[in-house]
C-alpha cells in the first residue's frame, strides 16, 4: 500500500453521507497514517473517514455469484430459450402426442417438460425441441 502521508488541516475528496456525493474534506485526525476523522467543506459535518473500497481495487471482478453461466451447460439453451419465449403465443401451442407430426418452429405443450419450440426435424420420427429445461430430443410421427 502506498498512501502518501496525510496529517491533520490536508484536504482530501471523499465521499459526505450527507451531501451523498463526494466534495472536498480537511481532515481533522489522522490515526496510523491514515485520515480519521474528516470535515465535509460542503457542509461542515463531521464524520469518519471511509477508506474508497470500491476505487482501492483496480480491477473488480465481474463475478455474479448467483449465476452460473460458464458452469451451466444449459446456459446457452436457456437464453435461447428466454428469446423465443418472449416472442411466442403460449395459448397457441399444441398438445405433444408421439404420433403427431410437427413442423419446425411448431409450439408444442408436453404434459412434462411444458411448453416448447421445435428446433429440428431429425427424419427418425424424432425432433429437437427446445424447452425452459433445455433441448430435448421427442418422439414424432
Ligand atoms: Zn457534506
Not at 32 to 41: F, H
Not at 47 to 59: E, F, I, L, S
Not at 117 to 124: H, P, Y
Request: proline share 5%; glycine share 4%; net charge positive.
Amino acid at each position: 500500500m502506498s498512501i502518501p502521508n496525510v496529517s491533520a488541516g490536508d484536504h482530501i475528496a471523499t465521499k459526505c453521507s450527507k451531501c451523498g456525493m463526494e466534495t472536498n474534506h480537511t481532515i481533522i485526525a489522522v490515526v496510523d497514517e491514515l485520515p480519521a476523522k474528516v470535515q465535509c467543506n460542503t457542509c461542515n459535518s463531521e464524520h469518519k473517514y471511509r477508506k474508497p473500497a470500491a476505487a482501492k481495487k483496480a480491477t473488480t471482478p465481474r463475478k455474479p455469484a448467483t449465476r452460473r453461466t460458464k458452469a451451466d451447460p444449459l446456459a446457452l439453451e436457456r437464453q435461447q430459450w428466454q428469446e423465443i419465449q418472449s416472442s411466442f403465443d403460449a395459448s397457441k401451442a399444441v398438445a405433444y402426442s408421439m404420433d403427431g407430426s410437427y413442423k419446425v418452429n411448431a409450439l408444442i405443450k408436453h404434459p412434462k417438460f411444458g411448453i416448447g419450440k421445435v428446433q429440428e426435424l431429425n427424419g427418425t420420427r424424432k425432433m429437437s425441441v427446445l424447452f425452459e429445461d433445455g433441448l430435448k430430443v421427442l418422439r414424432c410421427a
